[in-house]
């Protein structure tokens, strides 16, 4: 399989005006920039054939690593990017795709390579990891991260996800659209549907809810992956993140 990690600058993140700096995958951790780390464990991961970085080429260009890689220029916000990065794949490339974004230091060939057996497993056109509160609070203890209360207990999403080559033309619309609404709950309720928001609200929503719910709207196979690997959930968003990062990078 391939690789795309998503390292596009536009649509600064506030840690990155707050340090002063365009790209958030550039934000240097003991003299590495950030991407680095990430490029470094994914060339360990059994079964990558080839990595692909979207973002920009100058700046890519610079990153001294012995790892192969090849650029492709950003484009626009992060869905407009990943079409950018399949649509430079060839034929041959055809299968499943292994997406990251490049701000998730911590993370490691081990974990990598779990969510990856685990989500071929399932045969799904997409996966999606999950990371249960307790393993992230265990390993990252004080670390703030936006957990979601689910039937099964609470959840953060990883940075992560797997997914079919096959489907992304026809599902980016609809994904595109989808993302729009993350600001405007009342149209994303529409879009859930009503059964689904009550029992969301009642926690009564369950993993398979979620999936089976996701499925309809995109017309796809999707599973969630509960991955026992903490470092997934974890990307660099605020200066405490940061700090976190460079102690456990020593």
């Known amino acids: 399989m391939q690789a795309l990690l998503l390292a596009g600058a536009r649509g600064s993140s506030p840690l990155v005006e707050e340090l002063g700096l365009t790209n958030k995958s550039l934000i240097p951790i003991h003299g590495k920039p950030m991407i680095q780390y990430v490029l470094e464990e994914l060339n360990c991961v059994k079964g990558i054939k080839k ?46 795709t292994f997406i990251l974004t490049s701000d998730i230091p911590l993370i490691t060939c081990k974990s990598l390579e779990d969510f990856i057996e685990r989500s071929l497993e399932t045969q799904a056109d997409f996966c999606y990891p999950v990371i249960e509160k307790e393993v992230c609070e265990k390993k990252y203890s004080g670390v703030v991260r936006t957990y979601v209360r689910l039937k099964e207990g609470l959840f953060t999403g990883g940075n992560i996800f797997l997914i079919d080559s096959a489907i992304v033309e026809r599902t980016a619309k609809k994904a595109i659209s989808f993302l729009a609404l993350r600001k405007k709950p009342h149209l994303m309720a529409v879009k859930l549907g009503l059964p689904f928001i009550v ?26 992956i509960i991955s026992p690997y903490a470092e997934i959930g974890f990307d660099v968003d605020k200066v405490s993140d940061l700090h976190l990062a460079e102690e456990y990078l020593k």
């Open 51 to 96: 990595i692909t970085v979207v973002g920009p080429p100058e700046e890519l260009k610079k990153i001294k690593t012995a790892v192969p890689f090849s650029i492709v220029p950003e484009k626009g916000e992060i869905m407009e990017n990943m079409l950018e990065g399949f649509r430079s794949f060839s034929t041959a490339d055809a299968g499943p």
């Open 199 to 224: 029992k969301f609200i009642f926690k009564k929503v369950s993993l398979e809810d979620a999936e089976r719910r996701a499925s309809i709207i995109f017309g796809v196979k999707g599973k969630a």
